[in-house]
């Protein structure tokens, strides 16, 4: 009920209009984006929203193929054969006619295409089986509820009719979250909240939105802003994930520093589970009021119930925005400027440093330079290399964003500087570090383009002590290329790390691997293959088993390694108490 | 398993000596502190602890007598006739026996005293009843177990045995939560953790440390600034109570705006539960590993297990600490002050601001003066009230306490000297906000001296957002003053409150209530009553039921105001399903 403390909240206009048709079904991202050989040789990425959009990339492919050892095909590509045959959908006619009484007929689909995309996520497996193969179970219908009365009645539906629910955000996981449990024998829908996608309300005083789990970062993104205000959460997924998938996968931000995670932001979340909807009157700053069910929202993978809304903190958009970019000799010496900086206490939004081959790669990343632009291309090589004594084979770039209040800003980036110093740190420029910041948002298109050329490859990720940190890095990569070579695999693999994200007690490592499957047999088989050994490489350096993907399917075999007997029954007596017929039957963790 | 990556891992000789006998056992804190009237009037705080320590106070008594209108006893004070006459213990012989064979005869106790201790905290009517009445069930048995081994045992001859169990940590909660439940059919046996005080590791590299949960706070302190470090977790408790008490409150330190509160401190917790050990064997800077149950130990109030260590967050020892104290005109200017401040970016480890009556307490807290620091005081005070024009009925104060790196505090310290000239503050100098800060210690011994005055009082606490906070203030004490009136009771009641935490979306307020129950028939009864009408208003004001003391049995029955019965429902089945004996029977939530 409103309280006439409310006054001061806005409420902004409906959401914008849902965009879905700009986003491609069987690729990452947007339709209108993606990296195509031109007939040059050279590599360009279509479309005009990212900075590398439009660019002709005439080193990329040759360095690739130094890197890894191999010549990629330019020609008989692997094209995607997409659409797949869909599997056929089980009966649940009483279910679908329910569920198209309470939402309408336009509301409900049976459409293969619709129930394929809502049976994955993003991970290589999955992207590859729907171009090249099928997946072996989809969702048999998907469900568009307008709101929480809605997903209430469809739960209620479900459980009656014997249907299993899967809820669905933006469909971008990297874990196998919305695979769909071979061995579930009822009929399975999947729940979008697409259509849930509105703020409900802005509170400027305190500082706090109220916004449906449906809505897209990037729809909140400009929305916010309209009422001068940010969520700071920015996943590298931001553009396509939800705020309901953020608080699902307990997902990170890159400007936690300033922002926090997920967990941090989120004051307050609400669902319909089995036993009705968890919800609350009032939502205080901080308290101390028992065992706190709501919080185990956090990381529920859809497996508890389906998140229908989140009151979260909003943020004044900063006084200023800067970013920076700074050379160091070495990763070595570019972690121990990290761990300076987070020492400081004076952070900025987001730090990240990329290994040797990541810097490299992003050199590749640059249009042909032809005349002045070359020559002061070439200068600032002379200048790194030759004058400031940097191997281009060993130096490594940080990017730093800086948000806040100018006083503030202009402190961090003083720290920085000192600290970048000590370790014979060489500024490269804010428009560096603002490519380079950027840079994660179209790069996130090439693991389809390569695919075309018969290389697998994804991202992985952990966090890790200070201390284990380096090793880390060290034994991934040494295992990665042992595995890779055991297998007898063509060429080198292509591993490459960045450190993300700084705690007081760790760090979180982001790895990139890929590797060309000419002539292999089990592509899918064999990435999963070295990926697992990667992950207990990582679990015996001392990582966690996810810093921020979660766990899904794909690294549920790993939780025994991690979680004490009694902490993983604790968790299944808990699902076996709220959800006793397995209504949320995602089947993960 | 010890890893070759924990070599460099400092291992801290034994704890110290516990100085258990130091501790009164029916008052609040150290035996040879109180405050005591002397022949000529004025009140002194007795031994050399506290900065008050010794002081003659002439003012205290007469301003409260002002203040709340009525005239205080100098004779025939309502002395304590503790010890009280205790129940007698149930049988549990099987359990004792077992109890002795596993910890050995002097590790478990009967002595009425010994359990009659371990069946309360600090709430009011615990302390009253102690001392002029008696509890009508207390704890059957303690034992004192040295290890987690110990305590698995323990738990699995309660099993066997029937017997209840409720954890004691320090004995300093506020929320009834040691009360022993009248219908528990079994005997209740207390696990008293003090024993297990040791700090296992500390982990300089990663600014960790392993401590066992019944470490107390003023030990850890020393312990950890002897290796260079500082847990930063300053309850106002923090010299007696101890880190799985902590835990098990969901606590909050008064310098959380640098260290966190313990939610944020505490990055892993081992519990002995009904199921187990629930453990793990690394710890991440930050995972997504799914529902995490052993986050669930947070705020468990000893009803899910016993907290047997956890690993914490440390930090090195703050190159600087400084105090400092602004003088506003008002609540409401200093008010606005914390916000902007807030909104900064650049708050200081703590910031606090009392309103006016407690200004004026903390003036009257004044050694009697002559000569020339009379005179000074007389200066101080022209200056303040006739030069700056405050009112002295109105002023209040605000203490901050800044700790850091030097370039760190100095930023704090230009940005809270630009905000206070926004509000007319006027800086009252580093000694003024030490003592303030300090005062907290010294000041908690005052409620059992006022009880043998027959006053009655006690502190209560609440978390709210920014746009509700100063009316809340204000209901909250009109509330007050009317039920007291309502019930006709003697005189005004003691009615105060200071801004203790500040957030992003909001603040902590404490609350001071007391009155003279001179002739009135029931004292704790009315106390209850008027703090439970308080607590109403606090909730019809927006603001949450508690801030960090928690729930225990006081609060239980203002959950459903707050959490939905679905939320209820959720934490009641996992109970259910992890303890379904209910062996860890405090009741509490």
Same mark, same amino acid.
């Given at each position: 009920m409103p309280h006439d403390r409310d006054r001061h909240r806005i409420i902004p /206009?409906?959401?914008?209009?849902?965009? &879905?048709?700009?986003?491609a079904p069987d690729v990452?991202?947007?339709? &209108?984006?993606r990296f195509a050989l031109l007939p040059n040789g050279s590599v360009t990425l279509t479309g !005009?929203?990212?900075? %590398?959009?439009g660019q002709e990339l005439p080193d990329l492919l040759p360095w690739v193929e130094r890197v890894m050892g191999v010549t990629l095909p330019r020609t008989g590509l692997q094209e995607s054969s997409y659409p797949p045959a869909v599997p056929t959908a089980r009966e649940c006619t009483g279910f679908l006619s329910a569920a198209r009484t309470l939402l309408?007929?336009?509301?409900?689909s049976v459409d293969a295409l619709v129930r394929l995309r809502h049976g +994955? /996520?993003?991970?290589l497996e999955e992207m590859y089986r729907i171009k090249h193969d099928t997946l072996a179970r989809v969702p048999d219908a998907v469900c568009f509820p307008a709101d929480e009365h809605d997903v209430a009645a469809l739960v209620e539906a479900a459980r009656i009719h014997g249907v299993a629910l899967i809820p669905y955000g !933006?469909?971008?996981?990297?874990?196998?979250?919305?695979?769909?449990?071979? =061995?579930?024998?009822r009929p399975i829908a999947s729940v979008d909240?697409?259509?849930?996608?509105? $703020?409900?309300? $802005? =509170?400027p005083v305190n500082e706090m939105a109220c916004i449906e789990a449906g809505a897209v970062g990037r729809h909140l993104q400009v929305q916010l802003a309209q009422h001068g #205000?940010?969520?700071?959460h920015e996943p590298d997924s931001v553009e396509f994930s939800t705020l309901g998938g953020w608080v699902a996968t307990h997902a990170s931000g890159m400007k936690k520093n300033r922002y926090g995670n997920i967990e941090d932001i989120v004051l307050d979340v609400h669902a319909v589970t089995a036993e009705g909807a968890l919800a609350r009157e009032s939502v205080a700053?901080?308290?101390?009021?028992?065992?706190?069910?709501?919080?185990?929202?956090?990381?529920s993978e859809g497996t508890l119930g389906i998140i229908t809304h989140a009151i979260v903190r909003v943020f004044p958009l900063p006084e200023v925005q800067r970013h920076d970019a700074i050379l160091f000799p070495s990763f070595e010496q570019g972690f121990l400027f990290l761990r300076d900086l987070q020492r400081s !206490?004076?952070?900025?939004a987001s730090v990240r440093l990329v290994d040797n081959l990541q810097f490299q790669l992003s050199q590749t990343l640059k249009p042909r330079a032809e005349g002045a632009v070359a020559l002061k291309r070439r200068f600032e090589k002379w200048v790194v290399?030759? %004058?400031?004594? #940097?191997d281009p084979a060993r130096m490594v770039a940080c990017t730093l964003v800086f948000e806040g209040a100018r006083d503030e800003v202009a402190h961090q980036e003083a720290v920085v500087r000192r600290l970048a110093n000590r370790y014979r740190g060489m500024r490269a420029g804010a428009e560096n570090g603002r490519k380079g910041y950027e840079l994660t948002f179209g790069i996130a298109y090439i693991r389809d383009f390569v695919m075309r050329l018969r290389v697998v490859g994804e991202s992985f990720e952990t966090s890790v002590p200070w201390s284990d940190a380096l090793a880390l890095c060290d034994a991934v990569k040494r295992r990665v290329r042992d595995e890779h070579a055991l297998r007898g695999l063509p060429g080198t693999p292509f591993v490459t790390c960045r450190i993300t994200q700084l705690y007081q007690t760790g760090v979180a490592v982001y790895f990139y691997l890929g590797f060309s499957h000419? !002539?292999?047999?089990d592509p899918v088989g064999a990435y999963a293959a070295i990926e697992h050994a990667a992950r207990d490489e990582i679990l015996n350096s001392g990582?966690?088993?996810? +810093?921020?993907? /979660?766990?899904?399917? $794909?690294?549920? =075999? #790993?939780?025994p390694r991690t979680l004490s007997p009694e902490a993983r029954r604790w968790t299944a007596a808990m699902k076996q108490a709220v959800d006793p017929a397995n209504l949320f039957a995602a089947g993960n963790q």
């Open positions: /206009g409906p959401a914008p209009t849902t965009d &879905d048709d700009a986003l990452w991202g947007f339709r &209108d984006t !005009g929203r990212y900075a %590398l959009s309408g007929e336009a509301h409900v +994955h /996520g993003q991970t !933006g469909g971008t996981n990297v874990t196998d979250a919305l695979r769909c449990p071979q =061995d579930e024998e909240l697409r259509r849930m996608n509105r $703020i409900r309300w $802005i =509170d #205000f940010t969520l700071g700053p901080r308290e101390s009021v028992g065992v706190d069910a709501r919080r185990w929202l956090l990381g !206490g004076a952070v900025p290399t030759a %004058l400031k004594g #940097f000419e !002539g292999v047999a990582g966690s088993l996810s +810093h921020h993907h /979660g766990i899904g399917k $794909i690294r549920a =075999d #790993f939780l």
